[in-house]
């Protein structure tokens, strides 16, 4: 069964600090990985969206990697501000086909004055 | 452009209750699905559709069934409502499915069966 996890399950961070977010996935055959950022009572929004031959890909202070060697990507917050408090999405799509996409629970992140 | 949306925002249904939600998108995309996020669990496919008068199961698509007359809507119903219905309903569109292609989500459906 196709399996996207995400650590942590949340964390807290100071404004300004930089934090990393991790996913790890077993899906196969592997197509894309993206991240989503989910405000409280809000649908998701893609931040990042990456092909399997891209390793890196940026949105501002966003950067998301992808190792698919290993099956593991990572997004990192940098100089993280009040408005980054939300839920973050890794999803991997199993072909070119979106209604095969599997979604992780995501990390709830929580930034603090 | 409003993007996606979707009808109702909140419902609190009772057991045995049916309902509709609609969801609408104005940007002409093809490809529209219906999910559902419950807590510590990623977002479930309920059903999609790849186009206009098309529709197809998703991963759990038991005590749901879907409905795209029109290229713009797809409509989710739930005939018999129950407590395991109790959920939060995306509704979402995509031009065309593929790698580099961005999914766009609606603000979501929170329901409470009782």
């Known amino acids: 069964k196709n399996q996207v996890e995400q650590s942590p399950q949340s964390l807290i961070i100071l404004e300004g600090k930089n934090c990393t977010l991790q996913?790890?996935?077993?899906?196969?055959?592997?197509?894309?990985l993206r991240w989503y950022k989910q405000d409280t009572g809000r649908g998701p929004v893609s931040l990042t969206i990456?092909?399997?031959?891209?390793n890196t890909k940026s949105n501002g202070r966003y950067t998301a990697t992808l190792d698919a060697d290993t099956k593991q990507s990572s997004l990192h917050i940098t100089a993280s501000q009040l408005s980054d408090s939300a839920s973050y999405i890794c999803v991997v799509g199993g072909t070119s086909n979106d209604y095969k996409l599997s979604f992780g629970a995501g990390t709830t992140v929580t930034v603090r004055a | 452009n409003a993007g996606v949306t979707q009808t109702p925002k909140f419902r609190v249904l009772k057991t045995g209750q049916s309902m509709t939600l609609l969801c609408a998108q104005d940007m002409n995309h093809e490809y529209m699905y219906w999910y559902r996020q419950d807590p510590g669990m990623g977002l479930r496919l309920i059903h999609y559709?790849?186009?206009?008068?098309?529709?197809a199961k998703g991963e759990v698509p038991d005590g749901y069934n879907v409905s795209r007359l029109k290229k713009q809507n797809f409509l989710l119903g739930l005939e018999s409502a129950a407590p395991s219905q109790t959920s939060v309903y995306f509704c979402?569109?995509?031009?065309?499915?593929?790698?580099?292609?961005?999914?766009?989500f609606g603000p979501g459906t929170r329901l409470t069966v009782l």
């Open positions: 979402a569109s995509v031009r065309r499915p593929g790698g580099g292609v961005e999914q766009f």
């Open positions: 996913c790890n996935y077993t899906v196969s055959p592997f197509s894309n």
């Open positions: 559709s790849v186009g206009e008068g098309t529709t």
């Open positions: 990456m092909t399997f031959s891209e």
